[in-house]
């Protein structure tokens, strides 16, 4: 079985894959200073109680977009699995696809394992938007190539700067407004929902609509990421919400590697 951890900036997940179906998978906050002991007494705990054993466990992939976080889990794969970790986007497991962009070392792990997912799973020209600590849109061209996108701050993030730079303001939680339809809110915890909520949406379709403008082609829109699924039911800009995209490109990017080594 295939182990992929993916390396986020708020969260690292831990997936157990068996081929392409996921079997189990587990989470934890992301902190680079962890230990790969501590990785250890925490994941195979978890691991026994759904009935996994770490010896089920033949190939390690690592994606991160936190550096410092990868020499432990590296320790984590060697101590504790006997296994030395693929790190995605080198050496086997490199990407694979065209990054054309102006600094292609430069693109996040996380954005290239999604285009390898979208572009193995859908068809054409696709725009992958993913809702993590910051979110990003990303074209996928037709061809696989990652042809460049955007980056805009997560709606967490925009929440805890409004908060934080507002003495008089509450912390709200990310939903959708639901006392009022209305988009005037008559008081401060409704208003700032609508603007959190409506305002977001309101960034998400302004942006895809300019994409698929340059782009000049259609353009599927593929959701990912924690909030996609919230979205995604109240706008009907996404044309698929694929919640384990990055674990799936992962799975995917892992497959190729044991071909190329072979």
Do not use: C
């Amino acid at each position: 079985m295939l182990l992929a951890v993916d390396v986020g900036n708020t969260n690292v997940v831990f997936a157990l894959f068996d081929g392409r179906e996921i079997k189990g998978r587990w989470r934890v906050a992301t902190d680079a200073r962890r230990t790969g002991d501590e990785y250890a007494v925490w994941l195979l705990q978890l691991m026994q109680l759904e009935g996994f054993r770490r010896e089920d466990v033949q190939h390690i992939l690592i994606s991160t977009v936190v550096p410092r976080a990868l020499h432990n889990l590296k320790v984590l794969a060697q101590k504790y699995f006997k296994q030395e970790a693929m790190v995605a986007g080198e050496g086997v497991a490199a990407w694979g696809f065209e990054a054309d962009v102006d600094e292609p070392r430069s693109l996040g792990a996380d954005r290239a394992v999604n285009a390898i997912a979208a572009h193995a799973k859908y068809k054409g020209d696709l725009i992958v938007v993913d809702f993590g600590t910051a979110t990003t849109f990303d074209h996928v061209d037709f061809m696989g190539a990652y042809k460049g996108g955007i980056i805009a701050p997560g709606i967490n993030l925009s929440l805890d700067a409004l908060v934080n730079a507002a003495a008089k303001l509450p912390r709200i939680a990310i939903e959708a407004p639901t006392r009022t339809k209305s988009v005037i809110g008559r008081n401060t915890e409704d208003q700032m929902h609508i603007g959190v909520f409506w305002g977001y949406v309101a960034l998400m379709e302004g942006l895809i609509a300019r994409m698929r403008a340059e782009i000049g082609r259609p353009a599927q829109v593929i959701a990912t990421g924690g909030l996609a699924v919230l979205f995604g039911d109240h706008t009907d800009i996404f044309d698929h919400v694929d919640a384990d995209l990055t674990l799936d490109g992962l799975a995917i990017l892992a497959e190729r590697a044991a071909q190329a080594a072979a």
